[in-house]
């Protein structure tokens, strides 16, 4: 009888193990794949109201995960299982994240045949279940670009500025640090009654989410004159900056590695140290700023030393082209990727301000040598990238034409307080073209 009741029991738990087994298969998980859940509910799913319409479609939610939008969409958990590790490699779906828009796909049978997950604004995974087989390839949302302007009067700073025009802020930080960086100190040079013109790319993607582009052309009123870009592309075919006059913008080394500051302590042969107490060189400049502010390398170049010494703290060392080496120190921490050997680009973050070694509180002390003598970051003149090519001068010269026509039509509400820019835009002379002359255009009078 016992052993009656044995063979029973080993039946029983050998069946329910062969179940699991069949069930948990890849070719289980396929089939089931291609065809939802049939249970109760197939009933609610949405109608198709168009051929190119999603069956499921929606937002991520506060703690929603991929496996409870899958369930939702009529899937069973080795279905789940299976999409999430074949896609893997292009997409980890543990990590969606509320805000994220989706659509699943069904064919006319009701089997899952497509699915759509955002991952940015700018992309999303696009997955294909087809045979018993999952494909998933990362794309890029088709954008819809239009040229919009924008102007403002400075009263305090540029940014304050931007937010009272309705101007989007990360034009401003491409202002600032990306175009005109080398050539305006925006702490010292902006004075009240300044303004700024530009024309600059808007996005629109095909659910009306825009994005701001690139500014195509500017014009900044500052230190008593104006001060032009326009976005053209340089002699290997990159976008960049130039001049009304075809020079490039971009110097070898920025004027300052860090968007915001205060100078505590400027170049000095001779200066009280605040932590040794005695008067000895300051050969660099301190800026203060609020700990953790990222600090950028000033041009391109290769790390020499990222490393904590007693009196520096963590400090960077970085060399450039044309025998310059800029220093970075009492940094907090350094950033992903910043090691001795390591290529940096100019304006890419190397590490966080900090207050470690002699410091008495979070400040970034920034060194510069020329051919390894110290000289002050703040007056040295750098030279420029290379200007416009005489292959290119004439249709830059269009270009910077028709961009300044449309930069004058720009008001400026500027009242009484704008002053008034009065320069001529000179004709460009073309690399290489000394004494030359490219025609007879009327030289552009800045706008009143």
């Given at each position: 009888?016992?052993?009656?009741?044995?063979?029973?029991?080993?039946i029983f738990v050998g069946s329910l193990v062969l179940l699991f087994l069949v069930a948990t298969s890849p070719k289980v998980q396929r089939e089931n794949v291609l065809t939802a859940a049939t249970t109760a509910r197939d009933s609610v799913a949405p109608e198709k109201t168009a051929s190119n319409a999603p069956d499921y479609a929606?937002?991520?939610?506060?703690?929603?995960?991929?496996?409870?939008?899958?369930?939702?969409?009529?899937?069973?958990?080795?279905?789940?299982?299976?999409?999430?590790?074949?896609?893997?490699?292009?997409?980890?779906?543990?990590?969606?994240?509320p805000g994220q828009h989706y659509e699943v796909y069904a064919a006319d049978d009701g089997s899952i045949e497509k699915m759509k997950f955002s991952v940015s604004d700018e992309s999303y995974i696009h997955i294909d279940i087809k045979d018993g087989e999952i494909s998933a390839e990362k794309k890029d949302y088709e954008f819809t670009?239009?040229?919009?302007?924008?102007?403002?009067?400075?009263?305090?700073?540029?940014?304050?500025?931007?937010?009272?025009?309705?101007?989007?802020?990360?034009?401003?930080?491409?202002?600032?640090?990306?175009?005109?960086?080398?050539?305006?100190?925006?702490?010292?040079?902006?004075?009240?009654?300044?303004?700024?013109?530009?024309?600059?790319?808007?996005?629109?993607?095909?659910?009306?989410?825009?994005?701001?582009?690139?500014?195509?052309?500017?014009?900044?009123?500052?230190?008593?004159?104006?001060?032009?870009?326009?976005?053209?592309?340089?002699?290997?075919?990159?976008?960049?900056?130039?001049?009304?006059?075809?020079?490039?913008?971009?110097?070898?080394?920025?004027?300052?590695?860090?968007?915001?500051?205060?100078?505590?302590?400027?170049?000095?042969?001779?200066?009280?140290?605040?932590?040794?107490?005695?008067?000895?060189?300051?050969?660099?400049?301190?800026?203060?700023?609020?700990?953790?502010?990222?600090?950028?390398?000033?041009?391109?170049?290769?790390?020499?030393?990222?490393?904590?010494?007693?009196?520096?703290?963590?400090?960077?060392?970085?060399?450039?082209?044309?025998?310059?080496?800029?220093?970075?120190?009492?940094?907090?921490?350094?950033?992903?990727?910043?090691?001795?050997?390591?290529?940096?680009?100019?304006?890419?973050?190397?590490?966080?301000?900090?207050?470690?070694?002699?410091?008495?509180?979070?400040?970034?002390?920034?060194?510069?040598?020329?051919?390894?003598?110290?000289?002050?970051?703040?007056?040295?003149?750098?030279?420029?990238?290379?200007?416009?090519?005489?292959?290119?001068?004439?249709?830059?010269?269009?270009?910077?034409?028709?961009?300044?026509?449309?930069?004058?039509?720009?008001?400026?509400?500027?009242?009484?307080?704008?002053?008034?820019?009065?320069?001529?835009?000179?004709?460009?002379?073309?690399?290489?073209?000394?004494?030359?002359?490219?025609?007879?255009?009327?030289?552009?009078?800045?706008?009143?």
């Amino acid at each position: 009888m016992q052993n009656d009741k044995l063979k029973s029991i080993l039946i029983f738990v050998g069946s329910l193990v062969l179940l699991f087994l069949v069930a948990t298969s890849p070719k289980v998980q396929r089939e089931n794949v291609l065809t939802a859940a049939t249970t109760a509910r197939d009933s609610v799913a949405p109608e198709k109201t168009a051929s190119n319409a999603p069956d499921y479609a929606g937002i991520v939610s506060r703690n929603t995960s991929f496996f409870d939008l899958m369930r939702q969409c009529g899937l069973d958990p080795p279905s789940i299982n299976w999409i999430q590790k074949a896609v893997r490699n292009v997409y980890d779906f543990r990590r969606i994240y509320p805000g994220q828009h989706y659509e699943v796909y069904a064919a006319d049978d009701g089997s899952i045949e497509k699915m759509k997950f955002s991952v940015s604004d700018e992309s999303y995974i696009h997955i294909d279940i087809k045979d018993g087989e999952i494909s998933a390839e990362k794309k890029d949302y088709e954008f819809t670009t239009n040229l919009e302007t924008a102007s403002g009067v400075i009263t305090s700073s540029l940014y304050e500025a931007l937010d009272k025009a309705g101007t989007p802020s990360e034009l401003g930080n491409a202002l600032a640090d990306n175009i005109f960086a080398w050539d305006v100190d925006f702490h010292h040079d902006i004075q009240k009654g300044d303004y700024y013109r530009m024309i600059y790319e808007e996005k629109v993607r095909f659910d009306g989410l825009k994005k701001t582009g690139n500014i195509i052309a500017a014009e900044l009123f500052a230190g008593g004159k104006s001060h032009y870009a326009f976005l053209f592309p340089d002699e290997s075919g990159r976008p960049d900056y130039f001049d009304e006059n075809g020079k490039s913008l971009r110097k070898q080394l920025i004027k300052a590695p860090l968007p915001l500051f205060r100078v505590s302590s400027g170049f000095s042969h001779r200066r009280f140290h605040p932590v040794l107490h005695h008067w000895a060189p300051h050969l660099g400049v301190d800026y203060a700023a609020p700990w953790g502010t990222p600090v950028m390398a000033s041009g391109d170049g290769t790390v020499l030393v990222a490393a904590r010494t007693y009196a520096n703290g963590n400090y960077i060392k970085i060399r450039h082209a044309n025998n310059y080496v800029t220093y970075y120190l009492h940094l907090s921490r350094f950033a992903k990727g910043v090691f001795p050997g390591a290529r940096v680009s100019q304006s890419q973050v190397i590490g966080y301000v900090g207050a470690t070694g002699f410091a008495t509180g979070p400040h970034l002390d920034y060194r510069v040598t020329k051919n390894g003598v110290f000289v002050n970051p703040r007056t040295i003149s750098l030279p420029p990238a290379n200007p416009i090519t005489r292959a290119s001068i004439a249709a830059f010269i269009d270009l910077r034409d028709r961009h300044l026509a449309r930069l004058s039509g720009i008001n400026v509400d500027a009242g009484a307080e704008a002053p008034v820019a009065s320069s001529a835009v000179p004709v460009p002379q073309p690399r290489g073209a000394a004494g030359s002359s490219l025609g007879t255009r009327t030289p552009y009078a800045a706008p009143r």
